[in-house]
């Protein structure tokens, strides 16, 4: 509630003013003393924001440098883009190839025999199924030869229940299976066509059918029939035959199920447009120095531009006698030491021809100096001649990515790099596997005897876990194998229906599954490798020999690096003490000595790995923000403390004021009578 205060009642006195004048001659010192203090923090404040956006500014251009993938980008240039296009990846080697196009792969396409008037023509119910694999098919004399099961791609059944043409077609595509349904318009009528939705010859399409009710038999041109396609009977056309791609890279012959080829040149995707009819096409892998080029600029002007941030917040200005905020602050001078101290420090353990950044054409100004755009660059800052470091990528652009990247060099080709981390110290370290410490699949062996079964309704399905990831029911297709190449072929689907099934996808566990025809028994080995690497049969019957067979678990690698324990998991060894953080992928069946590797830090790397710990919430710039915060919050409560202070001021001083009012309109009301008596007197 708001006091209620009057002027001098009688007096004439101006109480609210002396109190009022009063009251700002005592709050004034401290109000400024606060003001002041406030200022000096929320300046600080605002400098180490400055501070920590240029810190964060410069880690973004050093963060890019410390793979050395940056430093091994490549281009590919095709000599005509009409015949197939190429991108390259940084594992891509340099140099000039020939690649000829002789065959543009294609995908299966089967149209029906038939026609018909309309698209709700009953045709027939009952279930298609689609197998893939390759298909040996003479279109011209109708002779079916072969059919070779494809083992990453399971047999796919669709129920027809409206066995109209437009039915069986919504049917097939709506299951998603792998093939695409149409009804085409040939003139003479509507025809049924599938066509496999992947290219290559071993996308080609073997259509069984059975039918519900059976209208004569699942083979001949009656009723769903009409659309089967097999060694019993060829009753559709193939209009398109499954085949691969056919290219030759240097004379060397490649074949591959797409148009887009990759692995025929290491690093290289071509993406196959048409034949080159003979004639090859120049393909040519260079080293994209522009990118590098254009990463060092950024990184060399980024760091220019730290160096400025912190001359401006903690330098003096002889000139104009202005000072930094942060001059004389030990925090931003130790940060300025240790960047200034890292770029000084030559790359601990590197070899080759370059070892410090002068070697590359990075040199420090020991004088400001003019730029051409007239601004002045600062003592201390960075300059590249660019010439020389034209010369250095020329020379090996390798070796000047590890002037600035963590890269990791095992004298091993079986061992690779994979990490490290700010605690990986620089060093060579030995590798080494114990007796028996390679990685290992885990297995799933079958019961032997295995050499003839029959699937039927009742035995064709089994369910199993690999890698822990539960699978739903696996079915096979029914039938009598008897040999062993029909074993092998259904070795075959058991590994593609393992690789397709929804659960196991998602947890992306996967195997390979083989027939043993010395032991007559099945055998599924999971992908992955380690301890986790588990297969378990978790529901079967005997006649697959998988209900009494043995499961083998796999095992993680052991072995030590730079003579201490490292934690194996899968092919993965983790390092401990100066090696913590390293981690390593060991292939090979050798255990042993697996050689060494030397682990370098360059300066990017270093630098990224410093201002990351100048900028985590327990940094010490946190530490400093958070001490001019506290400051200001300090202030306001001192302010709250000083407003409280002057309110009880104020109570008193009016209090005293308004007594002394009215004191003197006593007084003078005496004055008053006495005056008045006086006269009395005197008359």
């Given at each position: 509630m708001?006091?209620?205060?009057?002027?001098?009642i009688?007096?004439?006195?101006?109480?609210?003013?002396?109190?009022?004048?009063?009251?700002?001659?005592?709050?004034a010192p401290?109000?400024?003393r606060?003001?002041?203090?406030?200022?000096g923090?929320?300046a600080?404040?605002s400098?180490y924001?400055?501070?920590?956006?240029?810190?964060?500014s410069?880690q973004?251009?050093?963060?890019s440098?410390t793979s050395?993938?940056?430093?091994?980008?490549?281009?590919?240039s095709?000599a005509?883009?009409?015949?197939f296009t190429?991108t390259?990846?940084?594992?891509?080697?340099?140099?000039s190839?020939s690649?000829?196009?002789?065959q543009?792969?294609q995908?299966?396409s089967?149209v029906g025999?038939?026609?018909?008037s309309?698209v709700t023509?009953?045709?027939?119910t009952?279930a298609?199924t689609?197998?893939?694999g390759?298909?040996?098919y003479d279109?011209?004399?109708?002779?079916?030869?072969?059919?070779?099961?494809?083992a990453?791609?399971?047999?796919k059944t669709?129920t027809?229940t409206?066995?109209s043409?437009?039915?069986i077609?919504?049917?097939?595509?709506t299951?998603?299976?792998?093939?695409?349904?149409?009804i085409i318009?040939?003139?003479?009528?509507f025809?049924?066509?599938?066509?496999?939705?992947?290219?290559?010859?071993?996308?080609?399409?073997?259509i069984?059918?059975?039918e519900n009710?059976?209208?004569g038999?699942?083979?001949?041109t009656?009723?769903?029939?009409?659309?089967a396609?097999?060694?019993a009977?060829?009753?559709?056309?193939?209009?398109v035959?499954?085949?691969?791609?056919?290219?030759?890279?240097n004379g060397?012959?490649?074949?591959?199920?797409s148009?887009?080829v990759?692995g025929?040149i290491?690093g290289?995707?071509?993406?196959l447009?048409?034949v080159?009819?003979?004639?090859?096409?120049?393909l040519?892998?260079?080293?994209?120095?522009?990118?590098?080029?254009t990463?060092?600029?950024n990184?060399?002007?980024s760091?220019?531009?730290?160096?400025a941030?912190l001359?401006s917040?903690?330098?003096f200005?002889?000139?104009?006698?202005?000072a930094?905020?942060?001059?004389?602050d030990?925090?931003?001078?130790?940060i300025g030491n240790?960047?200034?101290?890292?770029?000084?420090?030559a790359?601990?353990?590197i070899?080759?021809?370059?070892?410090?950044l002068?070697?590359?054409?990075?040199t420090?100004?020991?004088l400001?100096a003019?730029?051409?755009?007239?601004?002045?660059?600062m003592a201390?800052?960075?300059?590249?001649?660019s010439?020389?470091?034209?010369q250095?990528?020329?020379?090996?652009a390798d070796?000047?990515?590890r002037l600035f990247a963590?890269?990791?060099?095992?004298?091993d080709?079986?061992v690779?790099f994979v990490?490290?981390?700010?605690?990986?110290?620089?060093?060579?370290?030995?590798?080494?596997?114990?007796s028996?410490?390679q990685?290992?699949?885990?297995?799933?062996t079958?019961?032997?005897?295995i050499s003839s079964l029959?699937l039927?309704?009742?035995n064709k399905t089994?369910?199993?876990?690999?890698?822990?990831?539960?699978?739903?029911?696996i079915?096979?297709?029914?039938?009598?194998y008897?040999?062993?190449?029909?074993?092998?072929?259904?070795?075959?689907e058991?590994?593609g229906?393992?690789?397709a099934?929804?659960?196991?996808?998602?947890a992306?566990a996967s195997?390979?599954a083989?027939y043993?025809?010395?032991n007559d028994?099945?055998l599924?080995?999971s992908?992955?490798y380690?301890s986790?690497?588990?297969?378990?049969?978790?529901?079967?019957?005997?006649t697959?020999?998988?209900?009494?067979?043995?499961a083998?678990?796999g095992n993680?690698?052991?072995?030590?690096?730079?003579?201490?324990i490292?934690?194996g998991s899968?092919?993965?060894l983790?390092?401990h003490?100066?090696?913590?953080g390293?981690q390593?992928e060991?292939?090979?069946?050798?255990?042993g000595?697996r050689?060494?590797?030397a682990?370098?830090?360059?300066?990017?790397d270093r630098l990224?790995?410093?201002?990351?710990?100048?900028?985590?919430?327990?940094?010490?710039?946190?530490?400093?923000?958070?001490g001019?915060?506290?400051?200001?919050d300090?202030i306001?409560?001192?302010?709250?403390?000083?407003?409280?202070?002057?309110?009880v001021?104020e109570?008193?001083?009016?209090?005293q004021?308004t007594a002394?009012?009215?004191?003197l309109v006593?007084?003078?009301?005496?004055?008053d009578?006495?005056t008045?008596?006086?006269a009395?007197?005197?008359?």
């Open positions: 708001t006091d209620i205060t009057v002027a001098g009688g007096s004439g006195l101006d109480v609210n003013g002396l109190v009022e004048q009063l009251v700002a001659a005592e709050a401290t109000t400024r606060l003001d002041q203090q406030e200022a923090f929320q600080t404040l400098s924001g400055t501070l920590k956006g240029a810190l964060a410069f973004g251009a050093v963060s440098m050395m993938t940056s430093f091994r980008t490549k281009t590919a095709v005509d883009t009409d015949k190429a390259a990846s940084s594992i891509a080697t340099t140099g190839y690649v000829e196009v002789s543009l792969a995908a299966n089967l025999a038939d026609t018909f309309a023509d009953v045709v027939g009952g298609l689609f197998r893939f390759t298909t040996v279109s011209g004399t109708d002779t079916y030869t072969s059919f070779t099961v494809n990453d791609k399971p047999a669709v027809i409206d066995g043409l437009q039915g077609r919504d049917a097939v595509n299951a998603d299976i792998g093939v695409t349904a149409n318009d040939d003139g003479s009528g025809r049924l066509l599938f066509v496999s939705d992947d290219s290559g010859a071993d996308s080609s399409l073997e069984v059918v059975a009710p059976v209208v038999s699942n083979t001949d009656s009723g769903l029939s009409k659309f396609f097999s060694a009977a060829t009753n559709m056309d193939q209009t035959a499954g085949q691969d791609a056919q290219i030759k890279v060397l012959a490649i074949s591959r199920e148009n887009t990759s025929a290491q290289v995707i071509l993406n447009v048409a080159t009819a003979g004639t090859p096409v120049q040519t892998v260079t080293q994209d120095q522009a990118a590098v080029t990463a060092v600029n990184f060399v002007s760091f220019n531009d730290l160096i941030t001359d917040l903690a330098g200005d002889p000139g104009t006698g202005n930094g905020v942060l001059i004389g030990s925090t931003v001078r130790s240790e960047i200034r101290r890292i770029f000084g420090d790359v601990p353990g070899t080759g021809p370059f070892t410090s002068a070697d590359i054409g990075i420090t100004l020991a400001n003019e730029q051409a755009d007239g601004s002045i660059l201390g800052s960075l300059v590249v001649d010439d020389k470091l034209q250095s990528l020329d020379t090996d070796a000047v990515g963590a890269t990791g060099t095992p004298s080709s079986l690779n990490s490290s981390t700010s605690n990986t110290q620089a060093g060579t370290y030995l590798i080494e596997l114990d028996g410490g990685a290992t699949q885990g297995n799933y079958g019961s032997g005897g029959t039927n309704s009742g089994f369910a199993l876990s690999v890698d822990g990831a539960q699978s739903g029911t079915t096979l297709t029914e039938g009598t008897n040999t062993d190449g029909a074993l092998a072929t259904l070795a075959a058991i590994q229906s393992i690789n099934d929804s659960g196991l996808l998602a992306l195997v390979t083989s043993d025809t010395v028994q099945f599924i080995t992908s992955s380690g986790t690497s588990v297969i378990a049969i978790t529901a079967t019957n005997a697959l020999g998988l209900a009494t067979g043995t083998t678990d993680d690698v052991a072995g030590t690096i730079g003579g201490s490292a934690t899968g092919r993965f983790n390092g003490g100066n090696a913590s390293l390593v060991v292939t090979g069946s050798s255990d000595s050689g060494s590797i682990f370098t830090r360059g300066y990017a990224n790995g410093y201002i990351s710990s100048l900028l985590t919430d327990e940094g010490i710039l946190n530490a400093r923000t958070d001019a915060q506290e400051g200001i300090g306001e409560e001192q302010r709250v403390d000083l407003a409280e202070r002057l309110k001021l109570s008193r001083l009016r209090s004021f002394l009012d009215t004191l006593q007084l003078r009301s005496t004055s009578f006495l008045q008596q006086l009395v007197l005197n008359n």
